[in-house]
DNA sequence: AAATTATAGTTGCAAATACAATCATTGTAT
DNA sequence: ATACAATGATTGTATTTGCAACTATAATTT
């Protein structure tokens, strides 16, 4: 981790927000005006759909997307009442919860995707270059890493 | 902006999400700690504070801050509540109406400045590197450049 | 084994957000 | 000048979030 001797990195976190606020708002707008959900279903139902036996347990599934427990519960409710989502206890560890996807959420995500990826494509990837996506990546990643400790 | 082979760039949108929505919530914690306001707070104090005369007009502000209208007005109502910011009915136009960062704003940004700061150096900017900064900067300008069309 | 502490998840309530509708003013067209 | 649309900001209301308290089960200590 060079010191900066240019100020380049002092204007990166604002602009990371910046970036980060303006396309979160056009992605959501582009899903409600096909009527769809906001894109934190899409990312719960697909954690799902990737998990093995279509489910995760409710802290796990909170870990993976960001999200506080109480919040996933009630986004879980929502998902529950729309019908995307099963819950289903535990066995082994009778306190727990499972969430499980329906196949009417793998019906949902699916519908989603086209939107959803060529919103990310559009206002995202077809402006970065290969280098710059590595790049990109790799530091990512080190900042994630770098918060697990 | 060339075709990827490689599929990096498949995973970069999730992982600048997760990483968004991580760092977030680290930093707010901390400032939560400190007994500081949210970063919005800081975002918008600071906004006003570069502006001449130590203004601007709501729209413009809710443009720079990415924030909608109702959202702006609710915001600054919060901060004229704290005493941090006061309206100012604009003359010219008189539909308009300018929010007004105080002396007491000033200070708060100030405060705020330390650990806001020491946040964003310790969980993202001491993970990257000069290359990887200018190369972050740059293409995160051309992505949010892309989004004004 | 009883008591104590920790973990998983949910709930209550206050605060913040999203979206449509509204109010006041300004700009444009007739 | 009068009417009509457009703009800047706020408000009403429903939805969503954030935080602390709570319930139920499991793990640990004595």
Redesign the interface.
Known sequence: ??K???K??A???P?????????V??IEARLSEAGLPQFVWY?VLWALERAPDDRLRMSELAEMT?LSRSNLTRLVDRLECAGLVERARSEADRRGAFAVVTRKGKEMRRKMWPIYSKA?KE??????????????????????D??RE
């Open positions: 981790m060079s900066s001797v240019l380049t990195d204007s990166v976190w602009l990371f927000l910046t970036v980060h606020a303006v396309l708002a056009k990312d960001v990310i206002l995202f990837e077809n402006h970065i270059d290969n280098d710059e996506a590595a790049c990109l990546a790799s530091a990512l990643r080190r900042v994630l770098a918060t």
